[in-house]
């Protein structure tokens, strides 16, 4: 491996390797990832922008069901550096032209994405779901990213709540010593940090973005392994109220999202 593909610094997990783990370990996180996708699909409904950045676009395509519905996107770029991923979204870019798939981390994507939009930031929404929690560097990260942000922009990041109800019911059962407590997945896949809400919110003001709200979805009061054992007595509609459950209680649900805006 050179230099050059060796992930970002504060990355403990180069991103074939951590795609490699992820998709080992899927049991629950199927239902993570169906919570997380219907959130950004209804916050990509609501702003309804002309071009959408991804950082990250992992194995469930929102890109796919985004561009199948009625919207006026016009470009969606997706950066993912995990080799299986990416070769995925190509797939999908050769049937859907308004897909761009750029394989690199967005740290280094600069001339990449500057050949999409030689006059400079595009992006109407810049879309930073799951990502963040996985580097030791989140500023960075997230620079890199809004670098493409138009003026007025809408940023969206998600992570994994620290204040979720399993988290907290492991800390009153004495399991772990504080709900930020990296957990044995966390550490399975490299991630060096979980955020509660405030956290996340002083992150992305820290960078001169305004908040626009803050969101929660999936209540999950158990680990992952406890919940895949559940599914098949819960089936979708129990899965469906579980998502809608978290909804109702952010603080407390299993990933938190952050909406956040550029100054015009």
Not at 111 to 140: M, N
Not at 206 to 222: I, N, Q, R, S
Not at 227 to 233: D, E, I, N, V, W
Request: hydrophobic share 45%; net charge negative.
């Amino acid at each position: 491996m050179t230099d050059a593909t060796l992930p970002p610094t504060g990355k403990p997990l180069d991103a074939d390797e951590y795609a490699a783990r992820h998709d080992a370990e899927l049991d629950f996180e199927t239902v993570c990832l169906q919570a997380r996708q219907q959130h950004n699909l209804a916050q990509v409904q609501a702003l309804q922008p002309a071009v959408v950045l991804e950082v990250g676009c992992g194995p469930e395509l929102l890109s796919l069901q985004a561009l199948a519905r009625p919207h006026r996107i016009s470009r969606w770029a997706a950066v993912e550096p995990a080799q299986r991923w990416a070769e995925a979204a190509r797939e999908v870019s050769l049937r859907e032209p308004r897909l761009a798939v750029v394989h690199d981390y967005i740290e280094r994507a600069d001339a990449a994405l500057a050949a999409l939009w030689p006059q400079g930031p595009a992006a109407d929404l810049v879309i930073v779901s799951g990502v963040i929690h996985e580097t030791a560097e989140p500023e960075v990260l997230l620079r890199a990213s809004l670098k493409w942000l138009k003026p007025g922009g809408h940023l969206l990041v998600s992570v994994p709540n620290a204040l979720s109800f399993h988290r907290l019911l492991a800390v009153q059962m004495g399991l772990m010593d504080a709900p930020e407590v990296l957990s044995e997945r966390n550490r399975l896949l490299g991630q060096p940090r979980v955020y509660r809400p405030q956290d996340l919110r002083e992150t992305v003001t820290a960078l001169g973005l305004t908040e626009v709200a803050l969101d929660g979805y999936l209540f999950k009061p158990f680990t992952h392994a406890q919940m895949a054992l559940l599914l098949p007595s819960l089936g979708e509609r129990g899965v469906q109220g579980l998502i809608e459950l978290g909804r109702q209680f952010p603080q407390q649900a299993a990933e938190i999202a952050l909406l956040a805006q550029r100054p015009a």
